[in-house]
């Protein structure tokens, strides 16, 4: 690592290892937590860069890529934090914020909010007595023009946060793609809210992170209108039936992934058919229905057994408790797939308790031979907990998809 001069013999093998590691990284994140600049600079990529010789040095200071995207998580870079910047030069920014920012370093922040691209929001932790976040760190932002990703991240802390300012952030964000909201609770002021927001490019709007249980309070939606939609992802903490078809009439979305969670809402099922003839467009569905699986076999899977009721749909995904099933939950599930048989790719049941005495309700023989006939088809079924396998596994696991391609 001692210092060499920046000559012929090694600026091209430097040069094609920051390449190698830019095609690699194609997301960088690099933490501004450290307390005082210089353990930041000996530290902290590209800090590090600086440090190995005139070469690396000379290399980093003229890839702007390098420094585009930072995570401010502590006070104290208002001197670090312009040069940082300064050095990304017109190149759009990824900002790794916290909340908790203090107000000279949020006033540096916001005043590069033509170059945003990306903003995640940390909300972690208490704040000395100060249960409301501002995540604005007491400075008005003005217009995000270039903002495509935008996501809140919270804690258990359940510190509040604004509704006024969630929703003004949106409203600045006239190209934003993607918001993600993950364990964000309590959000607070929303009933002095009068107008819906209409946002025409959002495509993808998640409470919450798939494949993992989402706690966020999704009553946002109520005040939104998202004609682009692609992937929803609802907890149904506060959100009802009525709020999503209500949300799914006025926004006429082509949604194709929907999640409808198990939150403190008692899902209205036999209500839940209406709103899914509004987006004839779905093709994966993931319904969690852990504490009222007997009124979802009753109230909701028959409506599927008519297949022009979401014509295009190729993943289904059913999550609830082991010790709820039954022979006619086999017996009206193996009617929905034979009505879908021609359409339907993937089935995944995730049980959500103790699988080791799933014998004692697995499907009578006939219904089983006539699982294992659809599977030899080419439908594939997939019964477990996670990655436990058992007897009632039909067929291997489905791929994981990507929710998030465009």
């Given at each position: 690592?001692?210092d060499?001069?920046?000559?012929?013999?090694?600026?091209?093998?430097?040069?094609?290892?920051?390449?190698?590691?830019?095609?690699?990284r194609?997301?960088?994140?690099f933490?501004?937590?450290?307390?005082?600049?210089?353990?930041?600079?000996?530290?902290?990529?590209?800090?590090?860069?600086?440090?190995?010789?005139t070469?690396w040095?000379?290399?980093?200071?003229s890839?702007p890529t390098?420094w585009?995207a930072?995570?401010?998580t502590?006070p104290?870079?208002?001197k670090?934090?312009?040069?940082?910047?300064?050095?990304a030069r017109?190149?759009?920014?990824s900002?790794?914020l916290d909340?908790?920012?203090?107000?000279?370093?949020?006033?540096i922040f916001?005043?590069?909010q033509?170059?945003?691209?990306?903003?995640?929001i940390?909300?972690?932790g208490?704040?000395g007595d100060?249960?409301r976040v501002?995540?604005f760190?007491?400075?008005a932002?003005?217009?995000l023009?270039?903002?495509?990703?935008?996501a809140?991240?919270?804690s258990?802390?359940e510190?509040?946060?604004?509704?006024?300012?969630i929703?003004?952030?949106l409203r600045?964000?006239?190209?934003?793609?993607e918001?993600i909201?993950?364990?964000?609770?309590?959000?607070?002021?929303?009933?002095?809210?009068?107008?819906?927001?209409?946002?025409?490019?959002?495509?993808?709007?998640?409470?919450?992170v798939?494949?993992?249980?989402?706690?966020?309070d999704d009553d946002?939606?109520?005040?939104?209108?998202?004609?682009a939609?692609?992937t929803?992802?609802?907890s149904?903490?506060?959100?009802?039936?009525?709020?999503?078809?209500?949300?799914?009439?006025?926004?006429?979305?082509p949604?194709?992934d929907?999640?409808?969670?198990?939150?403190?809402?008692?899902?209205?099922?036999?209500?839940?058919?209406?709103?899914?003839?509004?987006?004839?467009s779905?093709?994966q569905?993931?319904?969690?229905?852990?504490?009222?699986?007997?009124?979802l076999?009753a109230?909701?899977?028959?409506?599927?057994?008519?297949?022009?009721l979401l014509?295009?749909?190729?993943?289904?995904?059913l999550?609830?408790?082991?010790?709820q099933?039954?022979?006619?939950?086999?017996?009206?599930?193996?009617?929905?797939?034979s009505?879908r048989?021609?359409?339907?790719?993937?089935l995944?049941?995730e049980l959500?308790?103790?699988?080791n005495?799933?014998?004692?309700v697995m499907?009578?023989?006939?219904?089983l031979?006539?699982?294992r006939?659809l599977?030899?088809?080419?439908?594939?079924?997939?019964?477990?907990?996670?990655?436990?396998?058992?007897?009632?596994?039909?067929?291997?696991p489905?791929?994981?998809?990507n929710?998030?391609?465009?």
């Amino acid at each position: 690592m001692k210092d060499v001069s920046f000559g012929a013999s090694s600026t091209p093998c430097a040069i094609r290892l920051l390449a190698s590691l830019l095609k690699s990284r194609p997301k960088f994140s690099f933490n501004l937590s450290l307390q005082d600049s210089r353990s930041a600079e000996r530290f902290i990529p590209p800090m590090l860069l600086l440090n190995i010789c005139t070469a690396w040095s000379a290399i980093a200071l003229s890839t702007p890529t390098l420094w585009s995207a930072l995570h401010i998580t502590s006070p104290g870079f208002e001197k670090l934090l312009p040069i940082w910047i300064e050095r990304a030069r017109n190149r759009p920014l990824s900002i790794f914020l916290d909340a908790n920012v203090d107000k000279r370093v949020a006033a540096i922040f916001w005043r590069q909010q033509l170059r945003l691209k990306h903003l995640e929001i940390e909300i972690e932790g208490d704040d000395g007595d100060d249960t409301r976040v501002d995540l604005f760190g007491g400075v008005a932002p003005g217009p995000l023009p270039l903002l495509e990703t935008l996501a809140f991240r919270g804690s258990d802390s359940e510190r509040e946060v604004s509704g006024h300012q969630i929703l003004e952030l949106l409203r600045l964000a006239p190209n934003l793609v993607e918001c993600i909201l993950d364990s964000i609770h309590p959000v607070c002021d929303l009933e002095t809210i009068t107008e819906v927001l209409p946002i025409p490019t959002l495509r993808r709007l998640m409470f919450g992170v798939h494949g993992r249980y989402s706690d966020s309070d999704d009553d946002l939606l109520e005040y939104l209108t998202l004609p682009a939609l692609q992937t929803l992802h609802l907890s149904m903490r506060y959100a009802s039936v009525d709020d999503l078809f209500s949300f799914l009439e006025r926004s006429s979305p082509p949604l194709q992934d929907l999640i409808i969670g198990d939150g403190w809402q008692l899902i209205d099922f036999g209500q839940l058919p209406k709103c899914l003839s509004l987006i004839p467009s779905l093709t994966q569905f993931e319904l969690w229905g852990e504490y009222s699986c007997a009124v979802l076999v009753a109230d909701f899977l028959p409506a599927l057994t008519d297949s022009s009721l979401l014509p295009n749909l190729l993943s289904f995904t059913l999550h609830f408790y082991a010790s709820q099933i039954t022979h006619l939950f086999w017996k009206t599930l193996l009617r929905v797939l034979s009505a879908r048989r021609t359409q339907l790719q993937t089935l995944n049941i995730e049980l959500k308790d103790d699988i080791n005495g799933l014998d004692s309700v697995m499907p009578i023989e006939h219904i089983l031979d006539a699982f294992r006939g659809l599977v030899a088809e080419g439908m594939q079924i997939y019964v477990g907990a996670g990655e436990v396998k058992s007897n009632l596994i039909f067929s291997t696991p489905p791929m994981k998809q990507n929710r998030c391609s465009t």
